[in-house]
Every structure is written in structure tokens, then in C-alpha cells.
């Protein structure tokens, strides 16, 4: 190790931070009552609402976060450092301000909501609430990841594609997104992991309506607060949403080390 040896001590004292509540709950689990606990209705319910709603939020991400990211890019410097921050914002926000903030836009009395509150439509304490808040908290991840590859790979090739006659939607689709291929996997990846571990937002634009908003950090939160799910249950959905956020961050190193970034 290069540098002062006493590092090592905070170092090791930051890993433990890291580590030790994650072995604190494993050591906490139950594990004759995983299978059941994992297969319970309740579990079961919040489980699949969490991963088709992370799935859709992630498509949504990448649908509006894409060209974001190419705008920020390929705009002048002031003016992307400005879209970038607003872009990242998302990122230091408390989450509750962020569901808060979704309230007063899309609640019915928000600045649009109200609107759509008009015509009968209702967005808040549904399904699709939980998508819109995840997509919220999740795209400043694609955004970021794709944003640098963008900048990075500069318009050289583009510009030759269209000397040769392509439009800039064959430019765009064949030239450019190919270029930034393993930053947009890494950021989807990122993305979908996020939005499966939101809580704040969704808890307070969403609601927590079992099988309609309840995901599976809100029913985590339910049963710990005596209502729902058993605390066995909790734990064990805790420790799921753990392994599957190691196995993302592990498939996306070995995907990445494997195309030799």
C-alpha cells in the first residue's frame, strides 16, 4: 500500500461500516423460514410489483434519458454544466422531497396534475405513480454514465456518416449508439437497480396499497412497523434486495472487464 501506513486503520474502520450491519443481518435471519418467507402471497405480491415496475421505470429512463444525456453532450459548455446539474439533483435530494415535489406537480391540485385531475385522470397512489417516482430517482444514473460517453466520443464519426449520405437517425441508431454501447449497459443496469430499491418518493406519491404500490421496500418498511408482512419476511426480502443488488453490481464489472473497459 502506497501512502502513510495509519490509513489503514480508517480504511479498515470504512470497509466495517460498510460490511458490518450486512452481516449483522444475515446473522439475524432465520433461515429455516427463508423459503417461506420469500414464497408468502405478501412477499411474493411486493416482489413482482418491484420488478415489473423497476423494468418499466428503466425503459422510461432510457427512452427520455438517452437523448438528455446526447443534448447535454453536444451542447456548449455553460449550458451543459447548468443541464447537468439540474440533471444530478435528483441524486443529493432527500427522497421524500422528491415524492413531495411529484405531489405538487402531479397531485390534484399540482401544477399539472390539476389539469389532468379535470379530465379524470389520477396519477398519484397508483401503479403508475411508483414507475414515475422510480424513473425519477434513477435516471441521473443513466444520464451520468451515458452523458461521458457521449462527450468522449465526439462527433468525428458522425460527421463522416453523414458525408456519406446517412440521415441522422441512421447516424444516430448505427454510428453513435454503438459508440457508447458499454456506458448505456452499465447506466440501464445502475438504473434498474435504483429504481428496484426506491422507498421515499414512491412511499409519498405512490401510497403503500398492497399489490398496487407496496414494492418491496415499502413492505420491508409495513412489516418492521407492525403492519403486513412478518418481521422474518422483511428480513429475508431485505437480504434478497441485497443479493440482487451484489449480483447486478457483479454482472456489470464482469460484463465491463469483458469488453475491456
Not at 454544466?81 to 397531485?107: E, K, Q, S, Y
Amino acid at each position: 500500500m502506497s501512502g502513510p501506513r495509519w490509513l489503514i486503520a480508517p480504511a479498515v474502520l470504512g470497509l466495517a461500516l460498510i460490511v458490518l450491519p450486512l452481516i449483522a443481518l444475515i446473522a439475524k435471519l432465520d433461515w429455516t423460514s427463508v423459503p417461506a418467507a420469500i414464497l408468502s402471497p405478501e412477499a411474493l405480491s411486493a416482489l413482482t410489483l418491484s420488478l415489473i415496475t423497476a423494468a418499466a421505470a428503466t425503459v422510461v429512463c432510457i427512452v427520455l434519458g438517452v437523448p438528455l444525456a446526447l443534448l447535454i453532450a453536444r451542447t456548449t459548455s455553460r449550458a451543459a454544466g447548468v443541464l447537468r446539474a439540474v440533471v444530478t439533483l435528483p441524486l443529493v435530494l432527500p427522497p421524500l422531497v422528491g415524492g413531495i415535489a411529484l405531489l405538487f406537480l402531479l397531485g390534484r391540485t399540482g401544477l399539472v396534475g390539476a389539469s389532468l385531475d379535470a379530465v379524470g385522470v389520477r396519477i398519484p397512489f397508483t401503479t403508475g405513480a411508483v414507475v414515475i417516482a422510480q424513473s425519477f430517482v434513477a435516471m441521473p444514473f443513466l444520464v451520468i454514465a451515458v452523458e461521458g460517453a457521449f462527450r468522449t466520443a465526439g462527433v468525428r464519426y458522425e460527421q463522416v456518416a453523414a458525408t456519406l449520405g446517412a440521415s441522422r437517425w441512421t447516424t444516430f441508431r448505427r454510428v453513435t449508439l454503438p459508440l457508447v454501447g458499454p456506458s448505456l449497459v452499465a447506466g440501464i443496469v445502475l438504473c434498474f437497480a435504483r429504481a428496484l430499491g426506491e422507498f421515499g418518493a414512491t412511499a409519498l406519491f405512490a401510497g403503500n396499497q398492497e399489490g398496487v404500490t407496496r414494492t418491496m421496500p415499502l413492505a420491508i418498511y409495513t412489516a418492521f412497523n407492525g403492519g403486513g408482512i412478518g418481521q422474518d419476511t422483511a428480513i429475508a426480502l431485505s437480504l434478497l434486495l441485497v443479493v440482487v443488488a451484489v449480483l447486478v453490481l457483479l454482472a456489470m464489472r464482469s460484463w465491463r472487464e469483458d469488453v475491456g473497459l
